[in-house]
């Protein structure tokens, strides 16, 4: 059973600094990995895609890896800014579900000016 | 188009009563999921569809729980006698081929 983790559940750090996310999870056969950003209340926006025969992508300061075989995606931010405050998740898509994803808990990620 | 829409934003109703949500997804989308989310918690997949096709339903899904999309495009969502615990974020979302879901806001219930 696929099974997604993402440690620390909650990150402060001061602004301008980089900093990196991480998300594991326990079966390589996947299709693909999400990276999303949550504001409280509100829903979710997809902000990386990566596909299972992909590195990694990249999107402004925003840059993620996929390491299948060691089962662990980051998600690197550059530059940080108070803006970025929000709860970061990532979700897979196995090769045994018909479009379902699996999700992490999500890093609660709070930037201090 | 402006996204993926859900009505209402927030529901609260009374134990046993049956509630309906309804999401309209982005147009050019012939993909829709539901998720339930609750406080601290990863969203939790609850069914999808293609087009009008009910392809996948999860088995956490009680029989309580009932979802179309009629014409292929817009969706709703049935609760029927709610339960306490039903009380989540109730979140669609909508995709093409590629995959990138996007997201509506979500329905809030509150079940007294």
């Known amino acids: 059973k696929q099974e997604v983790t993402q440690i620390p559940a909650a990150l402060s750090v001061p602004e301008g600094e980089n900093l990196v996310l991480n998300c594991s999870f326990t079966?390589?056969?996947?299709?693909?990995l999400q990276w999303f950003r949550q504001d409280p209340g509100k829903g979710l926006t997809s902000l990386l895609l990566i596909q299972s025969s992909q590195r990694e992508q990249t999107s402004g300061r925003l840059n993620a890896s996929l390491d299948k075989s060691s089962g662990r995606s980051t998600l690197y931010i550059a530059a940080s800014q108070p803006g970025d405050s929000a709860t970061y998740l990532c979700a897979v898509r196995p090769f045994n579900s018909n479009y379902q994803l699996i999700w992490g808990a999500g890093t609660k990620l709070i930037i201090k000016p | 188009d402006t996204g993926v829409s859900q009505d209402p934003r927030h529901k609260i109703t009374k134990r046993g009563q049956n509630v309906t949500f309804r999401c309209d997804p982005i147009s050019e989308h012939n993909r829709l999921y539901w998720y339930r989310q609750t406080l601290g918690q990863g969203p939790e997949f609850l069914t999808y569809?293609?087009?009008?096709?009910?392809?996948?339903k999860s088995r956490l899904l009680s029989d309580r729980f009932s979802a179309e999309r009629p014409k292929g495009s817009f969706s709703t969502l049935e609760i029927q006698r709610t339960e306490q615990g039903d009380s989540a974020m109730y979140l669609c979302?909508?995709?093409?081929?590629?995959?990138?879901?996007?997201f509506g806001s979500g329905t809030q219930l509150s079940v007294l």
């Open positions: 079966d390589s056969a996947i299709y693909n």
């Open positions: 569809f293609q087009n009008e096709a009910q392809l996948e």
């Open positions: 979302a909508s995709s093409s081929v590629n995959e990138k879901l996007f």
